[in-house]
């Protein structure tokens, strides 16, 4: 099954021209005296929340604009609700 998403610059396009970026997460920060740095670095790159529910995703239009987007999509019913 091949998903739909909207791209703000290309209009609607299947998601086989997007590439997944994962859930936005804030930059990373220097690890704090005592803190193992390379675990806290894995863990905020690799480890993800995966609500069960609406969550926001970065798309990447690899096939189109070259463009990153930020938009919501319900995990349980593949639907995207928002783009920006």
């Known amino acids: 099954m091949t998903l739909k998403l909207t791209c ?20 990373a920060t220097p690890a704090a005296p005592g803190v193992d740095a390379l ?17 926001s995703e970065r798309w990447f ?3 189109g604009c070259r463009r990153w987007l930020v938009t919501e999509r ?3 019913t ?5 783009h920006g």
């Not at 675990?39 to 969550?55: C, H, I, K, S």
């Open 8 to 27: 703000p610059n290309c209009g609607p396009r299947y998601t086989t021209e997007f590439w997944f970026g994962g859930e936005p997460v804030p930059r």
């Open 39 to 55: 675990r806290a670095d894995f863990e905020r790159v690799w480890l993800r929340t995966n609500v069960a529910g609406v969550q």
């Open 61 to 63: 239009h690899h096939a």
């Open 74 to 76: 319900d995990t349980r």
């Open 78 to 82: 593949n639907v995207f609700h928002g």
